[in-house]
């Protein structure tokens, strides 16, 4: 990493920074701290702010695993965040994604819900039962936010049909939020996967 990871137990210097160490250790049990969490830990309370958004995000939302999942793993790639492929891409695989499925969310080309292009052909495949139809809409959904911020207002208008309002804004809360992740382990080079690709990650 850019930066030295903090001590890992965290040194804390009041029992608010104590109490902050204790939520993150509470929300990764039975796991121990990741590497994340000793970068973000430089800074508590961009560090507990952080636990309960990503706690939030991860835990309370009504979406099944396989499409949070699918979102996060699309975001590792087109902003190619290793590290976060390398943990997310496996859960997503463990919530039913075929590997084929996974090969498709793997391509760093520009993937398209509706028209020409990439997701014309992919979405062929998805047809036949490499990805169902909601998870290639939520792929191709995160896609375009994660590439290009702005949304066409087709591939939107078939998230609606597909999905509830809650689901529509728990996907794009999930995809916002995991772009914030990536763009913060590729810029510190957390866990020290740049350069490395989806492959070497695992």
Excluded at 41 to 53: K, S
Excluded at 142 to 165: C, H, K, P, S, Y
Excluded at 171 to 176: E, N, P, S, V
């Amino acid at each position: 990493m850019r930066l030295p990871y903090v001590a890992n137990p965290p040194p804390t210097t009041s029992p608010e920074d104590e109490a902050i160490v204790q939520r993150i250790l509470a929300r990764r049990a039975p796991r121990p701290l990741q590497p994340l969490d000793l970068a973000l830990l430089h800074a508590p309370p961009v560090a507990d702010g952080w636990n309960a958004f990503l706690g939030a995000v991860r835990t309370r939302t009504s979406l099944p695993a396989d499409l949070r999942e699918l979102a996060i793993s699309r975001v590792a790639v087109v902003n190619r965040a290793w590290y976060e492929w390398a943990h997310h891409a496996p859960l997503a695989e463990q919530a039913g994604v075929s590997r084929e499925g996974m090969e498709v969310v793997k391509r760093e080309g520009e993937l398209v819900l509706l028209g020409g292009g990439v997701g014309e052909e992919e979405g062929e495949r998805a047809d036949v039962g490499v990805l169902t139809e909601r998870q290639w809409a939520v792929v191709c959904y995160t896609d375009e936010i994660t590439r290009n911020v702005q949304v066409r207002d087709g591939t939107f208008a078939r998230l609606r049909e597909l999905f509830t309002e809650r689901e529509v804004v728990e996907i794009t809360a999930t995809i916002a939020c995991y772009n914030c992740v990536s763009r913060f382990l590729v810029a510190l080079d957390v866990g020290e996967r740049n350069g490395l690709g989806p492959d070497a990650a695992h």
